[in-house]
């Protein structure tokens, strides 16, 4: 069955260090998003990729960063310089939009990974 | 910027109808619309395109005002099942950006 997959399901971590968040798809989506979810703050974008070696910064990049060697892998690295870290992250892919602001293309999210550090 | 959805929670009666509204202060080409149950993934309800007609789910259905930039999501004579997170995303320079989500409870 083709879907997304992120690993593990819930992560705990020591304060000051760094920690990768896996995410697979076997969709064939050009496009990988990741997001984080806070109580009452909805999802909020950390980055994105349109396309292998090549991604972009969303709305809360600081403390994150990302890489895409494969179309079918986005994995997420939590740095310590993210000062609030704790937190439900979910991965997501699609086809490629049909334009830059026309987002006519279903999302497909993981499980989701729950991050806590102590 | 994150589109404004309202109202932030409801809570429903079986058999009653609930709308939940979405605004955004750029243009809308498209409005998406997820439901999360707590602790588990998005899921996919419809996306309303620029031009396009009133989608409907079963007894969920959403309309999309491109001239007033809003879009709003009926839940017609609601279920148990429909309890969960309701958000609307919309594309903004190649990012799908979602709304803070409004939280649905149907009661027995």
């Known amino acids: 069955d083709g879907g997304i997959t992120q690993s593990p399901k819930y992560l705990f971590r020591k304060e000051g260090q760094n920690v990768t968040l896996s995410c697979e798809q076997n969709?064939?989506?050009?496009?990988m998003y990741w997001y984080r979810q806070d109580p009452g703050q909805g999802l909020r974008l950390i980055y994105y990729?349109?396309?292998?070696?090549?991604?972009q910064k969303g709305d809360i990049a600081e403390g994150y960063s990302v890489s895409r060697e494969k179309k079918e892998s986005f994995p997420l690295t939590v740095t310590s310089a993210q000062k609030n870290p704790t937190a439900f992250y979910l991965c997501?892919?699609?086809?490629?939009?049909?334009?830059?602001?026309?987002?006519?293309?279903?999302?497909?999210f993981g499980q989701g990974t729950r991050l806590t550090v102590v | 910027q994150q589109p404004v959805q309202s109202p932030q929670a409801v809570i429903l009666r079986e058999g009653e109808d609930a709308v939940i509204n979405c605004s955004s202060s750029?243009?809308?080409?498209?409005v998406h619309w997820y439901r999360q149950k707590h602790g588990e993934a998005p899921v996919f309800l419809m996306i309303l395109l620029k031009g396009g007609e009133q989608k409907g789910h079963d007894k969920i259905s959403a309309s999309f005002n491109e001239k007033k930039q809003q879009s709003s999501l009926y839940l017609t004579a609601s279920q148990l099942s429909y309890s969960g997170t309701y958000f609307c995303?919309?594309?903004?320079?190649?990012?799908?950006?979602f709304g803070q989500g409004t939280e649905l409870s149907v009661k027995p």
């Open positions: 997501a892919s699609s086809i490629l939009p049909g334009g830059p602001n026309n987002m006519n293309t279903e999302a497909f």
């Open positions: 995303g919309t594309g903004q320079g190649g990012k799908l950006i």
């Open positions: 969709l064939n989506h050009d496009a």
């Open positions: 750029k243009a809308l080409y498209s």
């Open positions: 990729s349109q396309i292998v070696n090549d991604f």
